[in-house]
């Protein structure tokens, strides 16, 4: 019972500080590496504005995806434990064998490259073009 108040006080203590405590007027500069790192990471950019969390979460998303095709085979955690090898454990043959169960698991080209693409070029647009309009 512990275990579930704890949080639920700290999340409440958490939106009460961000709701209820008023903003103050920013008065220092943004960072030296601060564009660099609106460039790398979508979202955090106030270019943004309301998406930004949405945008970032993707991007998220798509970096790991990526990382576990390169290291998995498979975009997918889950594919890794739950992957039955048909042929040894079901005496089943398999066309292509595990070719064939790692393309059931892989999503096509255009959500693993060209949609982290056209993200990454949409927030260097946007990342540019606030920086010309500041």
């Given at each position: ?30 960072g030296r590496f ?32 990526d990382l576990l ?36 698991f892989r999503p ?27």
């Amino acid at each position: 019972m512990l275990a579930t108040i704890i949080p639920v006080a700290l999340l409440l203590y958490a939106a009460a500080i961000l709701f209820f405590i008023p903003t103050r007027e920013v008065t220092q500069p943004p960072g030296r590496f601060q564009m660099a790192w609106e460039m790398l990471f979508p979202g955090i950019s106030p270019a943004w504005r309301m998406l930004g969390g949405l945008v970032l979460v993707a991007w998220c998303y798509f970096v790991l995806q990526d990382l576990l095709i390169l290291k998995i085979g498979s975009p997918y955690v889950i594919a890794t434990v739950a992957l039955p090898n048909l042929k040894s454990a079901y005496g089943v043959p398999v066309p292509g064998g595990e070719a064939f169960s790692k393309a059931l698991f892989r999503p096509s080209w255009v959500w693993m490259y060209l949609a982290p693409a056209i993200l990454f070029v949409a927030n260097l647009f946007l990342v540019l073009r606030a920086r010309r309009r500041a």
